[in-house]
């Protein structure tokens, strides 16, 4: 009968589970108050979905006027260039040539 634990014992073992058991609660009620809400998440992620499709159409538009910027570049500065200089490298030919 000296194996069997006393009545204290038992208590005390008890009382140590149940204080286990509490910690372990509470640890979880401190975890789910830190957790967003299912209607704030959603709300947050539109915002989200919202912002990149705004800087997505503005990617798009800036690529656009990279494009318009290239082709205003070479109407504008290369083929009067080219123009201007191709006759004279041409006469310039024709008198080395002579």
Known sequence: MSDEPTLGEVVRRFEDRFADVR??????????????SQDVYDLRHEALASRVSTLETLREKDAEKLVATRRWLIGAVVVPLVGILLPVVLLLMQGAGS
């Open 23 to 36: 910690d372990d609660i509470a640890g979880l009620g401190r975890r789910i108050d830190s957790k967003v």
